[in-house]
């Protein structure tokens, strides 16, 4: 027991005592979370303490300024909040815990733990916002990713350090994808770490992913931040930026990170809400052009290390509403990833799992990072399947000819072990060299 109180004292040993008065303000006004403070200066994304009319307190975060006031946002419930409540700063702004401590561990968006364990004790601090570096220090991608997902592996090949979306409409497939990944990934030692950002998803799917993956050899190369839909919009947000704060971290160590992020979307969400309470006007379909800058943001900071080696392979999964591949969030996200997988509806409808649309999906490094039979394989799959897909409305009605298309004909006579080669069981790891194998075989 005394073990466990060591580091904290020593900590504490450390720490200057500060004897100066402690400033704090008051609350003026309160609008659905959002609060007005008179009296406090402090920089924006500082945490702050508001007295609980139950006699505790709340955690806010500072977003911006008006008429020489303070606008904060609640992390929880407005419920017994009272006017000319006291509010004062605590901790350093702008930054977050980050550190070994959180290997294996679940937590919140303020990293606390929610996995029922011992409270994470860190004094490692990583910049919410990241550290910038020069565009020179991103260093190329050159070595292929593991997914263990035999469609992805052969048509769509990942790189180490390639940020990757999941695009879908709702119940598609994302949330299996994303699982088949993480546990491929797990599996043929692509990652050394795997951090999982859950972010305004069903708090189910939370108690399921920690069920599934915080076990064995594998929990403690693992780290869950999990904020379910329920919670406070800047919560959310700031959960997004602690996983990949704490990506960043281990990359800096020199380590080989998988970011899985889900969703990317309930993020913009997130940033749509803050713009909107902060009077920004609505431009992209609703969407403030800060809400989409964020997605930017957060993106740009995955990828490789020139400097340490270490690396952050993103996958983040992109909730396409109403199937509308022209949403902003999606196009958004599409026009600054380095690859994406679709998801499609009809596919999924037909049986096919997962319901990967190989004509839709891209990885831009592809090229780079396999060999000249490999890509010749892979292009020749996906003329067959789009021969096919293009025409199978007259193929199914029995309007099409044989021998009018050579192209097609072989594309009908291959159907079926097409559409076997996209389909793989959830629980089935296939690595690369097996994926790539049984592409050249069916194509020979």
Same mark, same amino acid.
């Given at each position: 027991m005394l073990k466990l109180w060591e580091p904290i004292l020593a900590d504490l040993a450390a720490d200057p005592i500060d004897l100066s008065p402690r400033r704090f303000g008051l609350v003026t006004?309160? %609008?659905?979370?959002l609060l007005e403070v008179s009296g406090l200066s402090v920089p924006v994304g500082a945490m702050c303490r508001v007295a609980h009319g139950g006699g505790?307190?709340?955690?806010?975060?500072?977003?911006?300024?008006?008429?020489?006031?303070?606008?904060?946002?609640?992390?929880?419930?407005?419920?017994?909040?009272?006017?000319g409540a006291r509010v004062w700063a605590e901790g350093r702004p702008g930054l977050l815990p980050v550190g070994a401590a959180f290997l294996g561990r679940a937590v919140d968006g303020e990293g606390h733990p929610i996995d029922g364990g011992l409270p994470i004790h860190t004094r490692t601090e990583w910049p919410?916002?990241?550290?910038?570096?020069?565009?020179? %220090?991103?260093?190329?991608?050159?070595?292929?990713?593991?997914?263990?997902?035999?469609a992805l592996n052969a048509l769509t090949t990942f790189g180490v350090g390639q940020r990757i979306g999941v695009i879908a409409g709702s119940g598609v497939g994302k949330s299996v994808m994303i699982d088949m990944i993480a546990r491929g990934a797990a599996q043929t030692g692509g990652a050394d770490v795997v951090i999982v950002g859950l972010i305004g998803e069903r708090a189910r799917e939370v108690s399921d992913f920690v069920e599934r993956h915080m076990h064995a050899e594998k929990k403690e190369r693992t780290v869950v931040v999990a904020v379910p839909a329920d919670h406070a919009p800047n919560l959310r947000l700031r959960g997004a930026m602690l996983a990949t704060s704490m990506a960043e971290h281990f990359r800096a160590q020199g380590k080989r990170v998988l970011l899985i992020m889900d969703s990317l979307t309930r993020v913009a969400h997130a940033a749509r809400e803050i713009g909107l309470l902060l009077g920004e006007p609505g431009a992209a379909r609703g969407y403030p052009p800060s809400a989409l800058a964020t997605i930017t943001k957060l993106v740009e900071r995955a990828g490789n290390s020139a400097q340490t080696g270490g690396s952050v392979t993103g996958l983040y999964t992109v909730l396409a509403d109403g199937d509308n591949q022209d949403d902003p969030v999606v196009d958004t996200a599409r026009s600054i990833l380095d690859g994406h997988i679709v998801l499609s509806r009809e596919l999924a409808q037909r049986g096919q799992y997962p319901a990967v649309d190989i004509a839709a999906s891209l990885s831009r490094v592809m090229n780079d990072i396999v060999g000249a039979e490999h890509q010749r394989c892979a292009r020749a799959f996906r003329a067959l399947i789009a021969s096919y897909e293009t025409n199978r409305d007259l193929v199914l009605m029995g309007a099409y000819r044989a021998g009018a298309d050579p192209q097609l004909d072989r594309a009908i006579a291959m159907h079926d072990a097409l559409s076997g080669f996209l389909?793989?069981?959830?629980?089935?790891?296939?690595?690369?060299?097996?994926?790539a194998a049984e592409l050249t075989q069916l194509l020979a």
């Open positions: 006004a309160c %609008d659905g979370g505790q307190t709340l955690a806010a975060e500072v977003i911006g300024f008006r008429n020489g006031r303070t606008m904060m946002m609640l992390l929880g419930d407005t419920i017994l909040l009272r006017p919410a916002g990241g550290v910038r570096t020069s565009a020179l %220090d991103r260093s190329p991608v050159r070595l292929r990713f593991d997914t263990g997902v035999r389909g793989q069981p959830a629980d089935e790891v296939v690595d690369l060299a097996e994926s």
